[in-house]
């Protein structure tokens, strides 16, 4: 398994994994599909992605964005993490988040986000084993499938250097 900075010939396995999981699950709240033009746009306007790589091709990426606007949120991140299903509890999250994370510390993130499904237990579990706590649970907030569902936001700190920069 290689994890590596995405380049814009991946935007298309990107989309490959993203499209089923907002088509068919909970997992993300989203009902908009993914497109590679989307996608390559993104990267050209400087949002981070990693992709997991293995023989068959890429199984997993993972990205940061900012997670509110502002100056005073520039040091905090949310992310996204995405892996086809043949790839879960294989490793490929875990060493997608390792390699994300150790990057986003070295640019001076200071804390991460994730906003996990109230219903994706696996997603709870994978956050927390990584260091991520609950910090919030938002009953009702995201419509999918003719219902409400909760949202879950889980944190990580990544540093506890107060910095002035």
Same mark, same amino acid.
């Not at 900012?66 to 892996?83: D, K, M, N, Q, V």
């Given at each position: 398994?290689?994890?590596?900075? !995405?380049?814009?010939?991946?935007?298309?396995?990107? =989309? #490959?994994? @993203?499209?089923?999981? $907002?088509?068919?699950?909970?997992?993300? +709240?989203?009902?908009?599909?993914?497109?590679?033009?989307?996608?390559?746009? !993104?990267?050209?306007?400087?949002?981070?992605?990693? =992709? #997991?790589? @293995?023989?068959?091709? $890429?199984?997993?990426?993972?990205?940061? +964005?900012?997670?509110?606007?502002?100056?005073?949120?520039?040091?905090?991140?949310?992310?996204?993490?995405?892996?086809?299903?043949?790839?879960?509890?294989?490793?490929?999250?875990?060493?997608?988040?390792?390699?994300?994370?150790?990057?986003?510390?070295?640019?001076?993130?200071?804390?991460?986000?994730?906003?996990?499904?109230?219903?994706?237990?696996?997603?709870?579990?994978?956050?927390?084993?990584?260091?991520?706590?609950?910090?919030?649970?938002?009953?009702?907030?995201?419509?999918?499938?003719?219902?409400?569902?909760?949202?879950?936001?889980?944190?990580?700190?990544?540093?506890?250097?107060?910095?002035?920069?």
């Amino acid at each position: 398994m290689k994890i590596r900075r !995405a380049q814009v010939g991946d935007a298309g396995g990107i =989309v #490959a994994i @993203a499209n089923p999981i $907002i088509r068919d699950t909970v997992i993300t +709240f989203t009902t908009e599909e993914k497109s590679v033009a989307g996608t390559v746009q !993104a990267m050209q306007d400087g949002q981070p992605f990693w =992709v #997991a790589e @293995a023989s068959c091709g $890429i199984v997993g990426y993972a990205t940061l +964005f900012p997670f509110r606007s502002g100056p005073g949120y520039a040091r905090t991140r949310e992310h996204t993490i995405g892996l086809l299903p043949s790839a879960r509890g294989q490793g490929a999250g875990r060493c997608l988040m390792d390699v994300m994370l150790a990057e986003a510390s070295a640019q001076g993130v200071h804390s991460v986000f994730a906003g996990v499904s109230g219903e994706n237990r696996a997603g709870i579990d994978f956050h927390t084993a990584l260091g991520f706590r609950e910090v919030a649970r938002l009953p009702e907030v995201g419509w999918k499938f003719g219902r409400w569902h909760d949202l879950v936001l889980m944190q990580k700190i990544l540093s506890d250097v107060l910095s002035t920069g």
